[in-house]
T-cell receptor, first 112, second 117 residues
Framework: GNSVTQMEGPVTLSEEAFLTINCTYT??????LFWYVQYPGEGLQLLLK?????DKGSNKGFEATYRKETTSFHLEKGSVQVSDSAVYFC???????????FGKGTMLLVSP | GAVVSQHPSRVICKSGTSVKIECRSL??????MFWYRQFPKQSLMLMAT?????????EQGVEKDKFLINHASLTLSTLTVTSAHPEDSSFYIC?????????????FGDGTRLSIL
């Protein structure tokens, strides 16, 4: 079956530091890949997505590239802000509009 | 953009009470809605998939008699936690499947924090 593995947190950074959150997946076929963000006490918001190999998703300074050869979709940001503090979930679906499989989430804490 | 409204945002009630949570798609028709449960510091666990006008499909290990799901219209699905007990305390999140032209596969509500005393 499908599965998503992401690095355990919390990830603690100072403002303006570089961020990487690793995500790898196991899936049959060619899944679509997503990063969601969850702020405290709220639901999930889609941060970015990629639907095929070598696609790069980007939004609000965050980027992730769909790497089929390494089955990875690592999230990066060049300079984090305090407002980026949240939990980040990597997810996949076996078709763009099918059921989502989530990783366990990685908490990011950014201090001033 | 597409919006999903979930109500209430927080419920505190006594053990044995039944609690209903509503999930509405505000500006689009959602033929499929999903219900998730999230434990503290853990990921979302899919509980069930709800299709308008038909019975929900429950994931393995989820008690269908405990968690009643109704999807009577294209804009509303409800989750009723029957005879709730402290172990049912959790964060429940619904989502609605977007249209095929939509950017994202599911639109999420803001969740319901359920606390059973």
């Amino acid at each position: 079956g499908n599965s998503v593995t992401q690095m355990e947190g919390p990830v603690t950074l100072s403002e303006e530091a570089f961020l990487t959150i690793n995500c790898t997946y196991t899936a049959t076929g060619y899944p679509s890949l997503f990063w969601y963000v969850q702020y405290p006490g709220e639901g999930l918001q889609l941060l970015l997505k990629a639907t095929k190999a070598d696609d790069k998703g980007s939004n609000k300074g965050f980027e992730a590239t769909y790497r089929k050869e390494t089955t990875s979709f690592h999230l990066e940001k060049g300079s984090v802000q305090v407002s980026d503090s949240a939990v980040y979930f990597c997810a996949l679906s076996d078709r763009v509009y099918s059921t989502l499989t989530f990783g366990k989430g990685t908490m990011l804490l950014v201090s001033p | 953009g597409a919006v999903v409204s979930q109500h209430p945002s927080r419920v505190i009630c006594k053990s044995g009470t039944s609690v209903k949570i509503e999930c509405r798609s505000l500006d689009f028709q959602a033929t499929t809605m999903f219900w998730y449960r999230q434990f503290p510091k853990q990921s979302l666990m899919l509980m069930a998939t709800s299709n308008e006008g038909s019975k929900a499909t429950y994931e393995q290990g989820v008690e269908k008699d405990k968690f009643l799901i109704n999807h009577a219209s294209l804009t509303l699905s409800t989750l009723t936690v029957t005879s709730a007990h402290p172990e049912d305390s959790s964060f429940y999140i619904c989502s609605a499947r977007g249209e095929e032209t939509d950017y994202q596969p599911q639109h999420f509500g803001d969740g319901t924090r359920l606390s059973i005393l």
